[in-house]
């Protein structure tokens, strides 16, 4: 079994009149690039900061590599989240050093993080000549100097361009091979999913999936379309075997797995009816994604 090393129970916030999250039971395993999804006001941000012991459960209970939260954690824990505070008159070097010399890291340490994020030609720079993915960089170097087993990105690629959107992706993927846990939050499944082994989905404060990135492509619902210029007679004759077919854009669409293709082909020729065209398609990842969210709509969070 793996080794699950973020886990929360029953975790709930409360603002005044409204749950920002509830009931969340979040686990994530060691060595996972744990994606966290869900749209602006899910409740994401909400729900790292309490695994960064920036905010008090009003219920529930956040666990840290097997144990109940602790102060302790945090020097194993490395954040990034809103945007990371940085002085602008500072070098990118100053920056880390106050940083390192505040956690009493040798000096060392600095070199090796603006290594990893690609920083070090530039660590003689002004932060305020910085650009947004500099800026967010730098964050993420400082998240790293003490050599954490957890990283926790809230939004990374917020305002990036597309170089800066891959850039991070990379970056991410090279964490996890030096072994770092990773727990990125986006609202944009595309930025992740081409990197994240887990996904966790969260809309109006609940999480609505949580699985692998496997399970979750699995959960698209397949169906079979077709083409026939006797669209009549092949509805009449596929209908009873599959009631919730549906005829758009002059196709036949069969809510099926890809393995009934072969019988659907054989009724039909046995019938005289002519075959155009056949596929079996998948959902994509965003129409799932979207789906989860927008089944969540009417929902309300009291
Ligand atoms: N300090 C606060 N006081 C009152 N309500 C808050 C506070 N912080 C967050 N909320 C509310 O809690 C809900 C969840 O907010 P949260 O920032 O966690 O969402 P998010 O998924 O991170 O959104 P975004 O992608 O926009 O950052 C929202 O409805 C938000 O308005």
């Known amino acids: 079994m ?59 209970q956040v666990f840290l590599f097997g144990e109940p939260w602790q102060r302790k954690h945090l020097w194993q824990l490395g954040t990034l989240i809103e945007m990371p505070s940085l002085y602008g008159h500072l070098t990118a070097y100053e920056n880390l050093a106050v940083h390192a010399h505040l956690l009493g890291l040798k000096k060392s340490r600095i070199s090796e993080v603006l290594e990893q994020v690609e920083l070090r030609d530039v660590e003689k720079k002004r932060v305020s000549a910085f650009s947004l993915g500099m800026k967010q960089r730098l964050g993420i170097a400082s998240a790293l100097l ?27 993927q090279q964490f996890s091979r030096q072994g770092i846990t990773v727990v990125v939050s986006s609202h944009i499944l595309a930025e992740v999913a081409q990197i994240v082994t887990h996904l966790g989905i969260i809309s109006k404060g609940h999480l609505r999936y949580q699985g692998t990135l496997k399970e979750f492509i699995a959960h698209g619902r397949q169906r079979i379309e077709l083409e026939t210029p006797q669209m009549r007679q092949a509805e009449l004759l596929l209908r009873p075997h599959f009631p919730q077919l549906v005829v758009q854009d002059n196709k036949l669409l069969i809510p099926a797995p890809s393995e009934a293709a072969a019988s659907i082909v054989t009724a039909l020729t046995q019938h005289n009816i002519t075959l155009t065209h056949i596929d079996s398609v ?21």
Do not use: C, W
């Open 2 to 60: 793996m080794n699950v090393i973020v886990q929360t129970v029953n975790l709930t916030k409360r603002y005044k009149k409204q749950n920002a999250i509830e009931n969340v039971n979040l686990a994530i395993e060691d060595g996972a690039i744990y994606g966290l999804l869900g749209p602006n006001g899910a409740g994401k941000s909400t729900l790292l900061k309490h695994l960064a012991g920036l905010l008090r459960p009003t219920q529930g």
């Open 282 to 302: 998948q959902d994509d990842l965003e129409t799932l994604f979207l789906r989860l969210v927008e089944s969540d709509k009417e929902r309300v969070v009291a």
């Open 146 to 172: 003490s050599h954490p087993r957890l990283l926790i990105l809230d939004e990374p690629t917020n305002g990036l361009d597309p170089a800066g959107i891959r850039e991070m992706r990379e970056m991410i």
